[in-house]
């Protein structure tokens, strides 16, 4: 079809698809409007935000945990990109100095939740801001708090079969599994486990 080959590539193949996005965009940031006032308020720092500010592990240094010699060569390498990451996430462990403990699954993804919403709306705001990709990603610091809520989500036990099967259900939705070690594996082992009743 000659219009799919024409419109295809950028998004008109499907004028009504196009339609419903725009729709969507238009409530998105309506919602924004309405929670924040202004789309400038919804990229402030929330009090969750301040709090691991507030923290004495906070890191907000781009070069944290380099070398010397990897100061002096401006760069480094992906594995160690990753290694320093690492030893970030450990040190900093989940900003629990000055953040609330989630004590069950559900806790984990209330809070899961949260920083999705909060992404979904800065990018929102982004968007109609003018900035071209939105709202790229959160602070380091707040995917540092995600990694940690994932382990909690191997570890914490489901207080019941029906907390279970929501988290699952959430789980297998929110696309999490595909940044985890195999896939997220261990949080479905963990809900399929024993479950307190």
Not at 53 to 81: H, N, V
Not at 123 to 135: D, P, R, S, T
Not at 144 to 158: A, C, G, N, S
Request: with cysteine; hydrophobic share 35%.
């Amino acid at each position: 079809d000659p219009f799919q080959v024409a419109f295809g590539t950028i998004g008109m193949d499907n004028p009504a698809r196009a339609i419903e996005n725009a729709r969507k965009n238009i409530r998105k940031a309506a919602d924004v409007r309405a929670t924040f006032g202004r789309y400038e308020v919804a990229m402030e720092d929330v009090e969750a935000e301040r709090l691991i500010k507030s923290s004495a592990k906070f890191i907000d240094d781009y070069d944290w945990g380099w070398t010397p010699e990897e100061l002096e060569a401006g760069y480094i390498g992906g594995g160690r990109m990753f290694e320093i990451e690492d030893q970030r996430r450990d040190y900093v462990d989940g900003y629990r100095d000055v953040l609330p403990e989630p004590h069950t699954l559900s806790d984990v993804v209330r809070e899961f939740v949260y920083w999705d919403w909060l992404y979904s709306s800065r990018n929102a705001a982004g968007k109609e801001l003018g900035y071209e990709f939105g709202y790229s990603e959160h602070h380091n610091s707040v995917c540092d708090r995600e990694r940690y809520l994932e382990k909690l989500l191997t570890t914490i036990k489901p207080l019941s079969r029906a907390e279970a099967v929501e988290v699952c259900r959430w789980f297998l939705a929110s696309g999490k599994d595909e940044y985890m070690e195999d896939k997220g594996a261990a949080v479905i082992l963990n809900l399929v486990g024993e479950c307190e009743e």
